[in-house]
């Protein structure tokens, strides 16, 4: 039987990075829809990331996006984010919302527009400078949307360049994280659609350089799991972002279509002993709260990844290694599904009071009155969206 106190020990130190856009307004081609209280600026995106950190304990930094969190002195929004009680996190390029990048950016056949591209890259790693960050995590919406548009293994050629160039500039203590994406906005091609392609790249960089999963980045029936196991196996997961889908790149909160899914995958992060902040995994949130209340939305979405951890955590392995060992098919997977199967909320409760925090963090947020005072506040200004 897993140990209980070794299971919230583990509990406690997890810590989940928030994404900055995710406390926009955000939507899809067909709809932004505007909610009150957004924040104008990185600040208040910041601000309302704290709150997550002050009522759940685990979610310690916010992950910003440029030039979506664009600002003039980024020492002075790293001190911010200290005083707010939080830090800035991974850094995210975007080379994906400029007419220049209509047909790619590092992978565009036109030179000058790569090196537009290659800049922006570079100045987020002056970013991370700045901010203290050891992640840059690239993500292309390169590809072509019909064949014959453009030659696949030349985009390779242009793609693996560029990447070489940010890898050079790399500080010692500094990663470069390389997310996938299967489509979209691509249709025919994507430059970097799967783990495999993303794993070769990374391994013809060097050890600076790992794959990230996008929960929402796969076709439907994948077996996400099975690539996480490959890709720890191989010394190469660098980070997850987190987030759950029913049909394409949904961004719904984590756990909310699939929460057996990330059962599955914390369960294979838990067995190859990578949960731990030693083991490097950034384990980031990346979601969009199109309809639902943000803030509380992210407190939510941290909180299924702490359930579906801790019942990872509670699978007795003994117990499993020997059914496996006696090739004992259904009691193997019973040991699983008791795991799963069990109640952890009593657990995260004790571990919250344990922290000095309330057990329900969503009802003490909404106790806060936070809400009530940035609707109040946030009035006039420009609420953050993808756009800006
Ligand atoms: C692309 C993606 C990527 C981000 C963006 C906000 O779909 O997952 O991680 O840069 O969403
Ligand atoms: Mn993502």
Not at 86 to 100: E, K, L, R, S
Not at 267 to 295: R, S, W
Request: hydrophobic share 40%; with cysteine; net charge negative.
């Amino acid at each position: 039987m897993a140990d209980r106190e070794a299971v919230k020990q583990a509990l406690r130190a997890q810590k989940i990075e928030l994404p900055s856009w995710a406390f926009g307004n955000t939507g899809t081609r067909f709809k932004v829809f505007a909610q009150p209280g957004v924040p104008r600026t990185p600040q208040e995106k910041i601000a309302d990331a704290a709150q997550v950190h002050k009522y759940t304990g685990v979610a310690p930094s916010v992950a910003v996006h440029i030039p979506w969190d664009k600002v003039d002195d980024y020492r002075e929004l790293a001190a911010f984010a200290a005083d707010a009680g939080t830090a800035i996190g991974t850094v995210n390029a975007n080379v994906f919302q400029d007419d220049d990048y209509k047909l790619g950016s590092v992978a565009n056949p036109d030179p000058a527009v790569r090196r537009k591209a290659l800049d922006h890259l570079l100045d987020c790693v002056d970013i991370m400078d700045a901010t203290g960050s050891r992640d840059l995590k690239l993500w292309f919406a390169d590809g072509t949307n019909y064949p014959g548009q453009d030659d696949i293994r030349a985009r390779q050629d242009r793609l693996a360049e560029a990447l070489h160039t940010v890898y050079q500039r790399l500080g010692p203590d500094q990663r470069m994280l390389l997310e996938y994406k299967l489509f979209e906005p691509s249709f025919y091609t994507t430059d970097v659609p799967d783990w495999g392609t993303s794993l070769l790249h990374c391994l013809a960089l060097g050890p600076q350089a790992a794959v990230v999963v996008d929960t929402g980045h796969h076709a439907p029936g994948t077996n996400i799991e099975f690539i996480v196991a490959i890709l720890l196996r191989a010394g190469r997961l660098g980070g997850f972002d987190f987030n759950s889908r029913f049909y394409a790149d949904d961004d719904l909160m984590v756990g909310a279509a699939d929460p057996f899914q990330l059962f599955r995958i914390l369960y294979e992060v838990t067995a190859a002993g990578a949960l731990g902040p030693e083991a490097g995994i950034a384990f980031m949130l990346d979601q969009c709260h199109n309809i639902e209340p943000k803030i509380p939305a992210q407190i939510r979405s941290v909180m299924n990844v702490q359930e579906a951890t801790a019942k990872a955590l509670l699978i007795d392995t003994e117990a499993l290694a020997t059914a496996q060992q006696n090739g004992d098919v259904l009691g193997a997977n019973a040991v699983l599904m008791d795991a799963y199967n069990t109640d952890v909320r009593p657990l995260l409760a004790q571990l919250r009071e344990d922290m000095g925090l309330e057990p329900d963090p969503i009802a003490a947020y909404h106790r806060s009155g936070y809400g009530e005072k940035i609707t109040a506040d946030r009035i006039g200004g420009t609420p953050a969206s993808w756009g800006s």
